[in-house]
C-alpha cells in the first residue's frame, strides 16, 4: 500500500505506476535526500516535537541507508514512486515504527524543494571550480604567448593584427562572468524551504533555521507558498549554463576554423581527434564540434523548464517534476564539455609562424596607416580616404603596404616619410595599442594579473 493510500479504495493501475514514478532519474537525490532528513529528524528530537529516542534511532537508521546507498548495495523501486518514499519505506523496514515519524512537520512538495536546493548548491560549487580550472589554463597560456602575433578579426574579415594572448584573454573574461553568474545560482539555492509544508507551513513548533544551520544552509524561504513552488534557482543555473555553453561553443567553432588546412592556426592533439572511416588522411575535431552541438541541448533544457513552469498557479503541481531531468542534463552536459575541453586545451598546439603570416596579408595594418598620417596632422577622415585609395591600388598591383615605395605612398599624399615603414610593422601595431585592454604584451600581462587577483578572490 503507498504511504500516502489511506484515502484510496483501488489500487493505482501499473501503467500509473510507471508514469508517476521519478525515481528511475531522482535516485540521484539520494544522499541529499538523506541528508536533509537527517537535519529535519535532528530538528525534531532537539525540538521535543518527537522522542529524542526516536530521533537517535531515525537519525542512525539514515545514516545506515546512505552508507549503503553509496555503496551501491541498495535497489530503489518504481511502486514506491520518487526516491523520499524509497528511502522513508526502507527506513521503517530497517528500525520499525520510530520510521514513521520521520515525516512529521513536513511534506513531499517542501522535501524535494530541500533536495533540489541542496543539489544545486553542489552544481554550482562545482561549476565554479571547474570554470577555474578552465580559467587557470587559459592565463598560463596567454603567458606564454605574449608576442604571438596573430590576425584578429571582424565579420571573419582580417581586420587588425593582435597576440594569440590577448584572443585568449577574451575568452577569459567570458568565463569569469561565467564564475560569476554561477556565484549568483549558488546563492539563489543556498537556503532551505524545508518548513513550507504543503503550501501553507505546519502547526508544529518547527526551528527552521536550525535545520538550515545544520545543512550549511545560509537561510530560509520567507514564504511558504514561494517555497514549494520556485525553481528560479535551478532556472538560474540553467541560464548560467546556457551561457557558459554558448561560451564554450564560439571557443570551439575558432578551434574547428583553425585547425583546418585553410587557416592551419592550431593542430589538435591525436588524442582529441578522430579519424574517417573511408578518408584516411583525414584528422577531424570531433571533441569541439560535439561540445558545439551539446550547446543546443542545454538550450533546450532552459527552454524546457521555462515552458513547464510558465503558466503553473500556485503553489505545488506534479509538472514541476520534470524540473529535474532537464537540470540533471543540463548539468552533465556542462561538466563532461568543462572537463574535456580543458584537457583537450592543454593539448592543442598553436602555429605560430602561420599566425603570424595570417596576420601579414588581409592589409592588418590599414588602421595603423590611416593613424600614422593623423599624427602627423593630416584629419582622421582624410586619412581614412588616403589609405582606401593605397589599398585599392595595392590590391591592383599584388602588393602589401609595407612592400609600396616612399615615392608611391608619397603620391597618394606628401605627409608620408621614411619612419612609416617601422610604424606599419606588425610588431609595432600590437606594441603601440598600449591601453588598458589593448593586446601590447604589457597591457595583455595587466588583464593577466588582474584575472588571477579574481581568482584569488573566492565567489563562493
Known amino acids: ?202 502547526t508544529y513548533p518547527l526551528n527552521r533555521s536550525r535545520v538550515a544551520q545544520l545543512l550549511e544552509l545560509s537561510g530560509i524561504t520567507d514564504n511558504s507558498l514561494d517555497g514549494v513552488s520556485d525553481r528560479d534557482y535551478l532556472l538560474d543555473y540553467l541560464s548560467a549554463a546556457s551561457i557558459a555553453m554558448m561560451h564554450l561553443s564560439r571557443f570551439c567553432e575558432e578551434l574547428i576554423l583553425w585547425s583546418s588546412s585553410e587557416f592551419h592556426f592550431v593542430e589538435m592533439d591525436d588524442a582529441f581527434s578522430t579519424g574517417s572511416s573511408i578518408m584516411p588522411q583525414k584528422k577531424n575535431p570531433d571533441v569541439a564540434e560535439l561540445i558545439r552541438g551539446k550547446t543546443g541541448r542545454v538550450y533546450g533544457d532552459l527552454t524546457a523548464l521555462l515552458t513547464v513552469m510558465k503558466g503553473l498557479p500556485l503553489a505545488y503541481n506534479k509538472d514541476m517534476q520534470e524540473d529535474k531531468e532537464a537540470f540533471f542534463d543540463a548539468r552533465d552536459t556542462l561538466v563532461k564539455s568543462l572537463t574535456v575541453f580543458t584537457a583537450m586545451l592543454k593539448t592543442v598546439h598553436f602555429c605560430k609562424e602561420q599566425m603570424k603570416k595570417g596576420a601579414s596579408g588581409g592589409f592588418t595594418n590599414a588602421t595603423d596607416l590611416a593613424d600614422y598620417l593623423v599624427k602627423k596632422g593630416v584629419p582622421f577622415r582624410d586619412a581614412h580616404r588616403v589609405v582606401g585609395e593605397l589599398v585599392a591600388h595595392c590590391l591592383s598591383v599584388d602588393k602589401a603596404l609595407e612592400e609600396l615605395t616612399l615615392k608611391e605612398l608619397c603620391s597618394f599624399h606628401p605627409a608620408f616619410e621614411s619612419d612609416v615603414y617601422e610604424a606599419i610593422s606588425l610588431t609595432r601595431c600590437v606594441k603601440d595599442r598600449n591601453i588598458p585592454g589593448a593586446p601590447a604584451p604589457e597591457a595583455v600581462q595587466a588583464s593577466i594579473e588582474h584575472a588571477r587577483e579574481m581568482l584569488r578572490n573566492a565567489v563562493v
Open 1 to 202: 500500500m503507498k504511504l500516502w493510500g489511506g484515502r484510496f479504495q483501488k489500487a493505482t493501475d501499473g501503467l500509473v505506476d510507471d508514469f508517476h514514478s521519478s525515481i528511475s532519474f531522482d535516485q540521484r537525490l539520494y544522499a541529499e535526500d538523506i541528508r536533509g532528513s537527517i537535519a529535519h529528524a535532528t530538528m525534531l528530537g532537539e525540538q521535543g516535537i518527537i522522542s529524542q529516542e526516536d530521533a537517535n534511532a531515525i537519525v542512525e537508521g539514515l545514516k545506515g541507508i546512505l552508507e549503503d546507498a553509496s555503496a551501491g548495495r541498495i535497489t530503489w523501486h518504481v511502486d514506491a514512486e520518487d526516491i523520499h518514499m524509497n528511502v522513508e519505506t526502507l527506513l521503517t523496514e530497517r528500525i520499525g515504527e520510530a520510521g514513521k515519524r520521520l515525516h512529521t512537520g513536513r511534506s513531499r512538495n517542501d522535501q524535494v524543494a530541500l533536495d533540489m536546493h541542496l543539489y544545486a548548491k553542489r552544481a554550482c560549487l562545482e561549476t565554479v571550480e571547474m570554470l577555474e580550472e578552465l580559467i587557470r589554463t587559459l592565463l598560463a597560456l596567454s603567458e606564454e604567448n605574449l608576442l604571438t602575433v596573430m590576425p584578429g578579426y571582424t565579420h571573419l574579415q582580417k581586420a587588425q593584427p593582435i597576440t594569440l594572448a590577448h584572443h585568449l584573454m577574451a575568452y577569459v573574461q567570458m568565463f569569469l562572468r561565467d564564475r560569476t553568474r554561477f556565484a549568483a545560482a549558488l546563492k539563489a539555492a543556498d537556503i532551505s524551504p524545508l518548513g513550507s509544508g504543503a503550501l501553507a507551513g505546519t
